[in-house]
């Protein structure tokens, strides 16, 4: 049989390739490794084989019929050869299915390490041989050739690595799985790992590479990662490759990249992928790549098998890689180049299925719109790349390959301009390209007179609900000032059925004082009538009768105040001054019940508040717990008013009955409008006190008192501006 190496035609155009045929054993299947001596190594099922100055040496257990030189008995264990590797000694290490070993003076010599299916060799800076197995795991084999075993859970997985690289600047060893994810393994642990979680590409790892700046290249089955200073950079088909899966890259002598893919050989500029790793937006930046297939007499480019090296570059610059059916051989220093970008025409215009090239301006509602453009290539028209704007539409160029159409759907009424560049088979773009600018017009609802006049009813329509809003405030006002008239005069109507109620006590009040004053005057009568008159007596006398015509007086102007109709008017008071006013007005009806009455006070208490509304509450609550007492025979009926103030809850007043109580589940229904516990009551009193106490800001509640009884409590804001008196003695009155 022969061994068949293809080399990249010289004119792609005529389609032509070089073909030799050499002589050799069975197709290759291992690795294919260049030597420093110039020679090839490739391996295949029934040996090993080395190209040399165009002869072929073949290393076997038994000799063929073909005429080639041969190396017959050279010790290989085994005719199935699979990954190579050449140490810093030269010796040419080689893998089989039951052995591993080296070739020295052509003779193969056994190492320690078992056989099986090796996936790559490599060696460390200290001489160490490493060995990929896909059964055993990871092995080191010294130079004085003992073996180490490393299973692949040391490194975090179940799956077996199959491409080793040794780093040439921070030393360890680098391990890419079958199942995707590289490690770095230095000095016996794990140093870093990365998986697609840390933006490496997703699927199995092909091959690693490290460049000359101490980068490692990642070629996998998700794109080509390139791995510098910690920071990972993709590309994939949407960057400009022609497919996802890489299978190898490999640098030539020109500063250009070579991948092999699934779907072509790609050669890209150096610069253009150092520009590409370094930009911020890796995904928004497109390389330029020349693309080679089947049409410029590549053979094949599948993935072959497991075994590495996948690629090699000999001393002349070529570069020699596997592909299923042979060797193939590129030489970068004679690729023809087609240095003339291609001509780009627009050919049509098509709306919604009408064909509109001719026409500038689009009519309105365009819903799809499709533009036909082509490019002129008479190299390789096939392999024309494209890319379009719409400026006003698209934010940046679309690459859309080989296809000749550009698609928009909901274009709204406007100016704009389609760009179209092209590329030819070799990534010469013409960068000026070709341009079309249309218009389209805008339906009668999309005029500029339109959106004005839509504008203006909208406002209009504010101005409207403005308006209905401000009279449904003025409504509202209305209506809570007709509440708080009503309040006031239920209030006012309230005071004056107390004034009703206490008629009787407030007789007997103002009786007093008179009867004290005619008695008085009498006396002051008898003492002008002595002679002489004594004059001092008759001054006292008449002292006294100003007394009480004054207490008289001002017991008129309390109830005057009550009674009369007046608006709520705030002003600042003392509530302790005011509460005892309100138990001079209570004294008989307290008196007749036969309640004793004890206040408990802390110095001047200032509030701002209406001085009869607050009046009014403390006598409403007085008189219902002098009531309730007074229904009652049990105990010993005692009142207990107590003032207290402090800087979180302000005045707190409480009046304390010893009752017969209320019932705990009516605690809140007594603040009800309309219920009541009295036969006689109408149930107004208590919620029109709630809502005085509410509209000064502060909280009216009910409580049991202990041991019996109901304790009646409100709070009130302290006056703006008072600072707290030091603690007083507390102030103790008994009625």
Not at 135 to 153: C, D, F, M
Not at 282 to 311: E, M, N, Q
């Amino acid at each position: 049989m022969g061994v068949e190496y293809d080399a990249l035609p010289l004119s792609r155009a005529s389609r032509s390739h070089i073909f030799q045929e050499t002589g050799s054993s069975a197709i290759p299947w291992g690795g294919v490794l260049t030597a420093k001596d110039g020679s090839v190594w490739f391996a295949n099922l029934d040996g090993l084989n080395r190209l040399n100055q165009g002869r072929v040496t073949a290393y076997r257990q038994r000799p063929s019929e073909v005429g080639i030189g041969e190396i017959v008995g050279s010790g290989l264990p085994d005719e199935g050869v699979g990954s190579l590797f050449q140490d810093s000694r030269g010796r040419i290490w080689v893998s089989t299915l039951t052995g591993i070993g080296y070739l020295e003076n052509d003779q193969f010599v056994p190492a320690a390490a078992p056989g099986g299916l090796v996936g790559s060799l490599t060696e460390d800076s200290s001489g160490n041989l490493w060995i990929a197995n896909r059964e055993v795991g990871l092995l080191r084999l010294s130079p004085r050739n003992e073996l180490q075993q490393i299973p692949w859970t040391t490194f975090g997985h179940t799956d077996p690595a199959i491409v080793l690289a040794q780093d040439p600047l921070h030393g360890g060893l680098w391990l890419g799985f079958s199942q995707g994810g590289v490690v770095w393994f230095r000095d016996g642990h794990v140093d870093s790992s990365y998986a697609a979680a840390d933006g490496l590409p997703e699927g199995r790892v092909n091959d690693l590479r490290f460049d000359g700046e101490g980068a490692l290249w990642i070629a996998t089955e998700g794109g080509l990662g390139l791995l510098k200073n910690g920071r990972i950079a993709v590309l994939r088909n949407t960057g400009g490759l022609p497919c996802d899966a890489v299978q190898w890259t490999m640098e030539d002598d020109a500063q250009s990249i070579w991948l092999m893919t699934t779907c072509g050989l790609v050669r890209v500029a150096r610069s253009e992928l150092d520009a590409w790793a370094n930009a911020e937006g890796k995904t928004a930046r497109t390389i330029h790549a020349a693309v080679f297939d089947t049409s410029d007499g590549l053979r094949s480019f599948a993935l072959v098998g497991d075994y590495t090296p996948r690629v090699g570059k000999s001393a002349d610059g070529k570069l020699w890689f596997m592909v299923p059916d042979g060797i193939s051989v590129v030489d970068p220093h004679h690729l023809p180049f087609n240095s003339l970008p291609p001509a780009v025409h627009i050919e049509r215009v098509i709306a919604d299925g009408e064909d509109l090239t001719m026409r500038s301006r689009l009519p309105p509602l365009v819903r799809d719109l499709q533009i036909d453009f082509t490019a002129l290539s008479l190299v390789a028209p096939e392999r024309v790349r494209f890319r379009y704007k719409l400026e006003g539409w698209d934010s940046d160029w679309k690459d859309v390959g080989n296809r000749r159409q550009a698609f928009y759907t909901g274009l709204g009424p406007g100016r704009y301009q389609f760009q179209v560049t092209a590329s030819n088979n070799d990534g010469v773009w013409n960068e000026a390209g070709t341009s079309l600018d249309f218009a389209i017009a805008p339906a009668y609802y999309q005029t500029t007179w339109f959106r004005l006049a839509g504008v203006a009813v909208f406002f209009a329509l504010l101005w409207v609900l403005h308006r209905l809003r401000l009279m449904a405030l003025a409504r509202q006002f209305n209506m809570r000032e007709r509440l708080r008239q009503l309040e006031s005069e239920l209030a006012h109507t309230n005071r004056v059925s107390i004034m009703g109620e206490l008629t009787a006590s407030l007789a007997h009040e103002i009786t007093q004082p008179i009867a004290s004053a005619r008695n008085n005057a009498r006396a002051a009568l008898n003492f002008l009538e002595r002679r002489p008159p004594d004059l001092g007596e008759v001054g006292e006398a008449l002292g006294c009768v100003v007394g009480d015509a004054d207490r008289a007086g001002d017991i008129i102007d309390r109830i005057r105040d009550h009674i009369k109709k007046a608006p709520p008017r705030k002003h600042r008071f003392d509530l302790n001054e005011a509460i005892n006013e309100v138990l001079v007005l209570a004294r008989t009806a307290v008196t007749r019940n036969g309640v004793s009455v004890q206040t408990f006070t802390e110095g001047l208490l200032p509030v701002q508040a209406d001085r009869v509304q607050l009046q009014q509450v403390v006598l409403n609550l007085i008189l219902n717990a002098v009531e309730a007492m007074g229904s009652s025979d049990a105990g010993r009926r005692e009142l207990f008013i107590s003032t207290e103030q402090s800087r979180a809850n302000g005045v707190l007043v409480a009046v304390r009955d010893s009752g017969p109580g209320i019932d705990p589940e009516h605690l809140e229904r007594v603040f009800d409008a309309f219920y009541t516990t009295k036969s006689s009551g109408v149930g107004m009193g208590l919620s029109i006190c709630r809502s005085i106490i509410n509209a000064h800001g502060g909280r009216l509640w009910a409580e049991p008192n202990e041991p019996r009884g109901a304790v009646f409590q409100f709070t009130l804001p302290i006056a703006e501006n008072e600072v707290m008196n030091s603690p007083h003695p507390k102030d103790t009155q008994k009625a």
